[in-house]
């Protein structure tokens, strides 16, 4: 992987980093020859017997990475650049303090199935839908998605019911990403000296402050198990109707001593 890296270390009140990475995951190891036989599974779902198949993205390969995070201490109050002064103006303006915390991140690819998977349990296999020639996998724009209707196009692959005593010829992993993942955290941080040893902290947070959504499975941040994505399923391709964690504001006070 390309890691680039730009630190301003903390001067003048303010620390500031930002980071970027440029990467590709490709393994054989996400097989596992106990788990081949779920046929939902990300891993071992490639015969032991076909190594070359097993090499594949992997299923968290995420290519690109963005990250900045920011702390600033507000140059107004005792000992700062304005107002530098006791009493109540330092109690009331001085002491804040605001940090930022931004990610962005690309997809991480798609792993389609089949439910409908007829093959002998000795040969360790589940069934991986191959693209037919030439063929869209996408029904629509995943950035303008319609969530009542599909986002795959089933006729884009290989049906359900070829998977007879057959295990497919798809990818073990697609090329095929889920939607970009994007989050910025922010607060703000009001501490006021009481005496030398005890200090008064104020603060405010908020998670996802811009509201975004992102489909996703629930615990997760991409897209992926936001989608059905078992051909051989009435609703293939079709969003379960969840997304990444709304907006969440935090208010909090502690006495340090």
């Known amino acids: 992987p390309l890691t680039?890296?730009?630190?301003?270390?903390?001067?003048?009140?303010?620390?500031?980093?930002?980071?970027?990475?440029l990467s590709k995951l490709l393994t054989s190891a996400d097989f596992t020859q106990s788990a081949a036989l779920t046929w939902s599974g990300a891993h071992g779902v490639i015969s032991p017997f076909e190594r070359q198949r097993n090499k594949a993205l992997g299923v968290n390969d995420v290519p690109q990475i963005l990250s900045l995070a920011l702390v600033y201490e507000l140059p107004v109050g005792r000992g700062k650049r304005w107002l530098n002064t006791r009493g109540v103006t330092d109690k009331v303006l001085g002491g804040w303090r605001v940090t930022n915390i931004f990610r962005a991140s690309s997809g991480i690819p798609f792993f389609f199935r089949s439910g409908n998977c007829n093959v002998p349990s000795q040969f360790r296999a589940g069934c991986i839908p191959a693209l037919v020639s030439g063929a869209n996998p996408l029904a629509q724009d995943m950035g303008?998605?319609?969530?009542?209707?599909?986002?795959?196009?089933?006729?884009a692959f290989e049906p359900a019911d070829s998977f007879n005593f057959y295990w497919g010829e798809g990818p073990r992993i697609s090329n095929l990403r889920g939607v970009a993942y994007h989050n910025h955290d922010f607060s703000l941080i009001k501490n006021t000296a009481i005496t030398e040893r005890v200090t008064f902290q104020f603060r405010a947070e908020f998670f996802n402050i811009w509201n975004?959504?992102?489909?996703?499975?629930?615990?997760?941040?991409?897209?992926?198990g936001a989608f059905d994505t078992n051909v051989a399923s009435p609703a293939f391709g079709m969003w379960n109707g969840s997304v990444?964690?709304?907006?969440?504001i935090q208010l909090g006070a502690q006495v340090i001593f």
């Open 244 to 248: 990444t964690r709304p907006r969440n």
């Open 144 to 155: 303008n998605l319609d969530p009542n209707q599909p986002l795959f196009s089933q006729a």
């Open 212 to 224: 975004w959504h992102k489909f996703s499975a629930p615990g997760t941040t991409n897209g992926i």
């Open 4 to 21: 680039l890296k730009a630190e301003r270390r903390f001067a003048d009140g303010m620390w500031m980093l930002g980071s970027y990475t």
